[in-house]
Every structure is written in structure tokens, then in C-alpha cells.
């Protein structure tokens, strides 16, 4: 779909339109219901509660509210698999082997094959696969779709690593430096959430600045994760997660660096906004949304609730 950005109101017309997201996102959380309902070995976790699908809902339709539920329902429905993804790598992996069988499953399902036995997070995968093939794009676009998913898998295997393996006795350092660290941004995977978005919804004019999009996405991703990290340190620390703040020595690197990255974004999205603009606004969107979520709460609760 193309068009002019989503149009801010204040007054009871912006009530209205908040009204109508809400709505759109009240019919994703009971998409992804029927999703963990059908799926109940992935989202046995407690932290794959009520409100985490609630959250992943909301974000989407407060990103994306010109489309109806039903068009962002591939969307929605991928980033609750990147949550689960994660969920698999970070805290159910015991080691780089069982980080390289998640990797080896899901790039087979990208890549055709049918989810192995048991393997419940390739298995929702291959679904969502399958639904992207119903889209007349997905057959031209599938290959940039596997390499973003591919992207994702290398920088959440990355990750794993720095967090998980010894010292290099030459240098004396595991983790990673600032720069680093956000240049693996890519495990986020905002990107490959996008790229299944756009293919999902998009119209020829949306597709055809596919690597723009893609390029300006990056840039946003690398904020969200300066974002994410700020205000979820504490979790973090909980958790034994990576975070920004852990590779610097003092916090205002973090927050000038945010601040250096979210100008830098702005403004790629401006020049963006002449071609693509619903797209950038989208791109904005994301921005403004996780910055405002994350002043009150977070995607994950308590790892034990």
C-alpha cells in the first residue's frame, strides 16, 4: 500500500484513531492465541504470558495502523517467533552445538525443507513460510527474506558466543566494543520482521525500494537496540544478557551514541519519506513507539513469574 504518512490529531479524533489501534491490536493478540495455542511446546515458558502478546500486538499496530488485521497478520505473527527464537537461543541452549541446530533448522526451513520432528521453533517457521508463499512477491523476494533471516540467526549465534565462550587468551577480551556490539544489531531482528512485512504487504512501489527500506531499517534497528538496552539493563544484569551499558565505562557513551544514531535515523527517514513515505513513516513509527513502551515496561516479565 502507498499513501501519505498516518496524520496526527490531537483532540477527539486522535482519541478515535487510538481507539481503532487498540482495536487492531486486540484482534492480533487473539491471533497469536490461536498461534501458542497451536504451538504449546514454544510458548510454555512463563514469560510468554498475557501481556508479551499483548506487547507484541500493540507495537505492531501502533507501527503499521493503516492495515487491517488481517494484512498484518503475518507481521504480528513474526515477531512472536522472534521472540521465541530468542527464547531458544538465550536461555534454552547449553551449548554452541544446540545454538547450530536452531541455526541448521531454521535456514532449512527457509530454504524448503520440512521442519524436522520436534523441532517446535522451525516447525512455526515453516507456517510462516508458508503463508509468505501465498504472496505473489514472496516468490522474486524470498531470497532476501532468507538472507535477512540469515542475519538474524549469524548475530543471535554471535551474541550466544560472547556471552558463553572463554577469553581469547591473545587479546584478553571476550565481549565486544560499543561499535562492535551494534554493528551485530541484527539480532534484534527488526530487520527480518520488516523485510516480512513488506513483502506481506507491500504493493510495487513499496517493493521496488525494497534495499532503501531495507538500509534506512538498519539505521532504526541500531537506535531500538540503544533503546532496548537503556532501559532494560537491570533484566539484563538478572538475566546474564548482553547489554550496551556492560561495554562501556560510563552510561553517557550509551546515551550519546543513542542520541548520535536516532539524528542520523531522522534524517535518512526524511529523505526516504520523498519516495517511500507511508514506509517511512512506519520506520518512524518504530522509533517513537519503543521509545515511549519502554518508559513504563517491557516486552519480557520476571524470568520465574
Known sequence: MTGAPWPVRTGPDAVAEQGRVCALAVRGV?????VTAAHPELFDAAPFDAALLSSVATAIAFTAPWYTAAELRITTRTLLWVFAADWQVDYLARSAD?????VTDCLAVADGAAPPPGRHLARLLADLRDALAEVPAFARYRPIWREELARMLAAVSREWDWKN????????RRLPDLDRYLDNADNLACSFVNVTHWIATGDDKTLAQLTDLLDAGRGVQRVLRLVNDLATHGRDDEWGDLNALQLV???????ARLTELTSR??????????????QADYLHRQISFTGGFYQLSDFWGARDE
Open 30 to 34: 487473539r491471533d497469536l492465541q490461536s
Open 98 to 102: 544446540d545454538v547450530r541446530q536452531v
Open 165 to 172: 565462550l572463554p577469553t581469547d587468551p591473545s587479546t584478553g
Open 249 to 255: 565505562t560510563a552510561p553517557e557513551q550509551v546515551h
Open 265 to 278: 535515523s531522522r534524517g535518512d527517514l526524511a529523505a526516504l519519506a520523498e519516495r517511500c513515505p507511508r
